[in-house]
């Protein structure tokens, strides 16, 4: 199994940047495609971005595209989330997620097996 282990959020005005990680140990991380999504209160968990094994191939939502990189370092089994251009609907609690290979790019939370636990990213207006 692999843990995740979430960290970097905080509290950021409109138009900010903010860089989180994502983590891992247990096994190695190159092991596993990787995903961020982000859940409100009352809300589903919602895709964010995902990227392949190695790196080479990212997907984005279109509420982040453009504004947001997702990046990994398997050399430190870790995963990052560049957020810039920050906006209000972006508050929300940011999860990283792992998935089997057959599975690399998906969106559906129910793909992915292995959760951290969270940070909060909160945009002020």
């Known amino acids: 199994q692999v843990q995740l282990v979430e960290s970097g959020g905080g509290l950021v005005q409109a138009g900010g940047s903010l860089k989180i990680s994502c983590a891992a140990s247990?096994?190695?991380?190159?092991?596993?495609?990787l995903a961020w999504f982000r859940q409100t209160p009352g809300m589903e968990r919602e895709f964010v971005a995902s990227?392949?094994?190695?790196?080479?191939?990212?997907w984005y939502s279109d509420s982040v595209k453009g504004r947001f990189t997702i990046s990994r370092d398997n050399a430190k089994d870790t995963m990052y989330l560049q957020m810039n251009s920050l906006k209000p609907e972006d508050t929300a609690v940011y999860y990283c997620?792992?998935?089997?290979?057959?599975?690399?790019?998906?969106?559906?939370?129910?793909?992915?097996?292995?959760w951290g636990q969270g940070t909060q990213v909160t945009v002020s207006s």
């Open positions: 997620a792992a998935t089997g290979l057959y599975y690399s790019g998906s969106h559906e939370k129910e793909k992915y097996e292995y």
């Open positions: 990227i392949n094994w190695s790196g080479t191939y990212t």
């Open positions: 247990g096994r190695p991380l190159e092991n596993y495609p």
